[in-house]
């Protein structure tokens, strides 16, 4: 049976699985706007027309200020005076749909906590009941292997093996293939190409190359039960608005990160914990204490990290290392493990 934790009713997580995956980004907010457009075409349209205006004048005509530098400075200030207003209210109405923006995510951020609040609260109550609800389900799981053990048992055995003594066989999660070949072992072997652009996650619908690696990975059994709790603590970080593509964490040296996958933890690799954001640190640190479900997911997460990664660590090289720790879920699992105290 896997360790992934049981989820009770009506939890955030539940919702995991039908997350985009544009939601693990930051929306965003470069580029030109209409703001800017409008004030330059208002900023164009004012000193086309100003040049048209004093080349226009006839020179007997232009007003006498009692000196040609002060005429010269009414000049320069009615010409660039009012296109420096202009840019100033497109400044002012810029920095304002920013604010809008941003409160609305503030207060998608606070629903998303009070939410949790409300479900801890709820699974307070049903503690014992959920304990006593995923201890009969191992129960029955354990029970379905069995039978299935004793099914494929007496289905295969001859005539000769019927008075012989039972033993039990092992049953793997891959359906068996002819000539005792499993499903794996017909899979193709998964490159760490791929492995690495999975773990990146797609960055929007459109991004073919990314599920592409996504389906692939998703095929082997290692790397698919990384990416499923990767998608699940990454949808619970980003429902307190933290985002992987915000965090800019600290690199550390490939020679360290082998350290790890040979067993190392605590001092010798905490150059692995360079996430140094310290609102995203606080609030991952209040939800693990507060929130059992969060808690569950991220040791969970951790666990399966583990495990991956000191299988691909066995045969990647440098680089790959390198451009496995620029993924999403690498920075999840620094940021995850620095909380729950892996590189103290």
């Known amino acids: 049976m896997t360790d992934k934790p049981q989820l009770t009713p009506n939890a955030p997580r539940q919702s995991a699985r039908s997350t985009p995956f544009g939601v693990y980004s930051r929306p965003n907010d470069g580029g030109i706007s209409n703001i800017e457009l409008i004030a330059a075409v208002l900023s164009a349209v004012w000193l086309l027309g100003s040049a048209i205006f004093f080349l226009m004048l006839p020179s007997d005509q232009q007003p006498d200020t009692g000196g040609a530098g002060l005429r010269f400075l009414m000049t320069m200030l009615a010409i660039f005076m009012p296109v420096g207003m202009i840019w100033v209210a497109a400044t002012a109405a810029r920095a304002s749909r920013v604010m809008r923006e941003e409160s609305k995510r503030l207060q998608a951020a606070i629903d998303a906590i009070r939410q949790a609040y409300i479900a801890q609260q709820q699974g307070q109550n049903l503690g014992a009941d959920a304990t006593v609800a995923r201890k009969l389900d191992e129960i029955a799981a354990a029970a379905r292997k069995t039978e299935s ?13 019927r008075l012989a003594p039972l033993k039990p066989a092992v049953v793997d999660d891959q359906p068996a293939l002819a000539l005792g070949t499993s499903a794996a072992d017909m899979t193709p072997p998964l490159s760490h190409e791929d492995f690495i652009r999975a773990l990146n996650f797609p960055e929007t619908a459109e991004d073919t190359e990314g599920f ?20 699940d603590v990454l949808t619970l970080l980003s429902q307190d ?4 593509d915000d965090l800019r964490p600290d690199r550390a040296r490939p020679e360290i990160w082998r350290q790890f996958a040979q067993g190392a933890r605590g001092r010798p690799i905490a150059a692995l914990g360079g996430i140094r954001d310290r609102s995203s640190l606080a609030l991952t640190s209040a939800r693990m204490k507060q929130d059992p479900i969060f808690r569950d997911a991220a040791h969970h997460f951790l666990r399966r990290f583990d495990r991956a990664f000191a299988a691909f660590e066995a045969e990647a090289s440098d680089a790959d ?24």
């Open 149 to 161: 053990t004793l099914a494929t048992f007496q289905s295969r055995r001859d005539a000769s093996t």
């Open 212 to 231: 592409s690696a996504l389906r692939k990975a998703l095929k082997d059994r290692n790397a698919s039960q990384l990416v499923q709790a990767s998608q």
């Open 241 to 244: 608005g933290i985002y992987m």
């Open 321 to 344: 290392i390198s451009a496995l720790t620029d993924t999403r879920t690498v920075r999840a699992f620094m940021l995850l493990g620095r909380v729950a105290g892996t590189f103290d």
